[in-house]
């Protein structure tokens, strides 16, 4: 029996008591509570890489905002459902000098995490036209986002990304929407799990066929910023986080704090999107809504139905925190780029134990290191992958519930600390030692 890192027989043991048919396809809480389970049962800690939880300190101005707000008795306060108007302000002026597009306040809705914003988008813009029936998603992808299509009943189709870039990309995404049933399209960028980048091309070639065949296109921005192959970050100048919506009126943007501000446990976002798709009116939208326009059955409609708002306190931290950021006076990139550096270590040591990059280039480009990567050990599949490596402390998630062709693995670089590199050199030479590659 191999002397593993963590004992055998008690991960062996807490896998199956945790009634999961097959771990490699378990969902991100499924393997969090089975490595807490082992955790709990072996006083030892795993380098955690399942879940992609902040690993930053949150800006202190946000904090203080939230507290002065309750002290003024704010949480006695329903909040606006459109949203406080100082937010809606600064979210305005954040999407002139950070994406270079002009929105007006109205079009900026704060949401309870940028899921709230996606969900929104399936229940409004999913059933503005009675002719069309679902979303495209580019994969991987975030499997929740699948998951709130499925819970509505929504039909949704897929591709993953990697064999179709650049020019291959417009013939691949026109043979979905030339059949008409499309109402929507769904990336993130940079991409959860993939770290791809859509380049400046791809983007132009999605908005123009978004225009033409009246696909509304959601980007989700959880990840603002984070291509750290380029230098963003200073207000007003370039370079700008790249977005469809310099291509197309038809964009629907998701905007989340929680990593960007690191500000997950408070569950803030933003929908940003296009001043004509706000004002826009679809007829089919009364089957289920009071009004036809569709920012109001965004506001008044979704987001009345499923929150009721945005928490008010929460709302005071994320205007004080975009302030500080169109202002000038707080450089949250800088802060964030914390993330790239630990990805291109934690990517080395992988690849000197015998690992490979999953998903390695952009078109002709490495990708960024980010908040994410990918890994495969050569002779094994993903869904061994993650199970054999319970053994050695490891965790991560499969790439099979995200959609992706390709076997790997999803390793999240934001909870791995310094302390942490000399267990995880330790327990990678132990692996492949475990197992040698031919």
Same mark, same amino acid.
């Given at each position: &029996? /191999?002397?593993?890192?963590?004992? $055998?027989?008690?991960?062996?043991?807490?896998?199956?008591?945790?009634?999961?048919?097959?771990? %490699?396809?378990?969902?991100?809480?499924?393997?969090?509570?089975?490595?807490?389970?082992?955790?709990?049962?072996?006083?030892?800690?795993?380098?955690? &890489?399942?879940?992609?939880?902040? %690993?930053?300190?949150?800006?202190?101005?946000?904090?203080? !905002?939230?507290?002065? *707000?309750?002290?003024?008795?704010?949480?006695?306060?329903?909040?606006?459902?459109?949203? #406080?108007?100082?937010?809606?302000?600064? *979210?305005?002026?954040?999407?002139?000098?950070?994406?270079?597009?002009?929105?007006?306040?109205?079009?900026?809705?704060?949401?309870?995490?940028?899921?709230?914003?996606?969900?929104?988008?399936?229940?409004? !813009?999913?059933? =503005?036209?009675? +002719?069309?029936?679902?979303? #495209? $998603?580019?994969?991987?992808? $975030?499997?929740?986002?699948?998951?709130?299509?499925?819970?509505?009943?929504?039909?949704?189709?897929?591709?993953?990304?990697?064999?179709?870039?650049?020019? /291959? @990309?417009?013939?691949?995404?026109? =043979?979905?929407?030339?059949?008409?049933?499309?109402?929507? @399209? #769904?990336?993130?960028?940079?991409?959860?799990?993939?770290?791809?980048?859509?380049?400046?091309?791809?983007?132009?070639?999605?908005?123009?066929? !978004?225009?033409?065949?009246?696909?509304?296109?959601?980007?989700?921005?959880?990840?603002?910023? &984070?291509?750290?192959?380029?230098?963003?970050?200073?207000?007003?100048?370039?370079?700008?986080?790249?977005?469809?919506?310099?291509?197309?009126?038809?964009?629907? @943007?998701?905007?989340?704090?929680? /990593?960007?501000?690191?500000?997950?446990?408070?569950?803030? %976002?933003?929908?940003?999107?296009?001043?004509?798709?706000?004002?826009?009116?679809?007829?089919?939208?009364?089957?289920?809504?009071?009004?036809?326009?569709? %920012?109001?059955?965004?506001?008044?409609?979704?987001?009345?139905?499923?929150?009721?708002? *945005?928490?008010?306190?929460?709302?005071?931290?994320?205007?004080?925190?975009?302030?500080?950021?169109?202002?000038?006076?707080?450089? $949250?990139?800088?802060?964030?780029?914390?993330?790239?550096?630990?990805?291109?270590?934690? /990517?080395? &040591?992988?690849?000197?134990?015998?690992?490979?990059?999953?998903?390695?280039?952009?078109?002709?480009?490495?990708?960024?290191?980010?908040?994410?990567?990918?890994?495969?050990?050569?002779?094994?599949?993903? =869904?061994?992958?993650?199970?054999?490596?319970?053994?050695?402390?490891?965790? !991560?998630?499969?790439?099979?519930?995200?959609?992706?062709?390709?076997?790997?693995?999803?390793?999240?670089? =934001?909870?791995?600390?310094?302390?942490?590199?000399? *267990?995880?050199?330790?327990?990678?030479?132990?692996?492949?030692?475990?197992?040698?590659? +031919?």
């Amino acid at each position: &029996m /191999k002397q593993t890192p963590i004992d $055998f027989e008690i991960v062996k043991q807490k896998i199956k008591e945790s009634g999961l048919k097959e771990v %490699g396809k378990s969902s991100i809480r499924e393997i969090v509570k089975l490595i807490s389970d082992i955790e709990k049962a072996t006083g030892q800690e795993y380098i955690h &890489m399942e879940m992609g939880v902040p %690993g930053l300190e949150p800006p202190r101005m946000g904090i203080d !905002a939230e507290i002065e *707000a309750l002290n003024r008795g704010v949480a006695s306060v329903y909040p606006d459902i459109e949203g #406080l108007p100082e937010l809606k302000q600064e *979210a305005s002026r954040f999407a002139k000098l950070f994406l270079n597009i002009d929105i007006s306040p109205k079009s900026c809705i704060p949401t309870v995490g940028s899921m709230q914003g996606s969900f929104a988008a399936f229940l409004v !813009a999913n059933r =503005s036209d009675r +002719n069309k029936e679902g979303t #495209l $998603f580019i994969d991987p992808c $975030f499997p929740v986002h699948k998951q709130q299509c499925k819970i509505l009943g929504q039909a949704c189709q897929s591709f993953d990304l990697f064999n179709y870039r650049g020019d /291959k @990309l417009k013939d691949k995404l026109e =043979s979905y929407f030339a059949s008409g049933r499309i109402s929507t @399209l #769904l990336y993130s960028n940079p991409n959860n799990p993939s770290w791809m980048c859509l380049t400046e091309e791809e983007l132009q070639i999605i908005g123009e066929l !978004a225009t033409q065949y009246d696909v509304i296109v959601v980007e989700d921005l959880a990840y603002f910023a &984070m291509d750290f192959r380029k230098k963003m970050g200073t207000p007003g100048k370039p370079p700008f986080q790249s977005t469809v919506a310099h291509y197309t009126d038809n964009y629907y @943007l998701t905007f989340s704090g929680s /990593k960007v501000f690191s500000y997950a446990g408070q569950r803030t %976002g933003l929908i940003l999107m296009s001043d004509k798709l706000y004002n826009r009116h679809y007829p089919d939208l009364l089957r289920y809504y009071s009004s036809d326009h569709f %920012g109001h059955a965004v506001t008044y409609g979704a987001i009345y139905a499923l929150t009721a708002g *945005a928490p008010h306190s929460t709302q005071y931290g994320m205007a004080a925190m975009l302030k500080a950021v169109n202002d000038g006076t707080y450089d $949250f990139v800088k802060d964030i780029s914390e993330y790239g550096r630990r990805a291109q270590m934690m /990517k080395k &040591m992988f690849i000197d134990n015998g690992f490979k990059i999953v998903y390695d280039k952009d078109i002709d480009q490495p990708v960024s290191d980010g908040f994410y990567f990918t890994i495969i050990y050569p002779g094994m599949s993903g =869904s061994q992958l993650i199970e054999e490596l319970l053994f050695y402390g490891i965790s !991560a998630i499969s790439l099979d519930i995200t959609g992706s062709e390709f076997e790997g693995l999803r390793a999240c670089v =934001s909870q791995f600390r310094n302390d942490q590199i000399p *267990a995880l050199e330790e327990r990678l030479k132990k692996f492949r030692e475990h197992h040698p590659l +031919n």
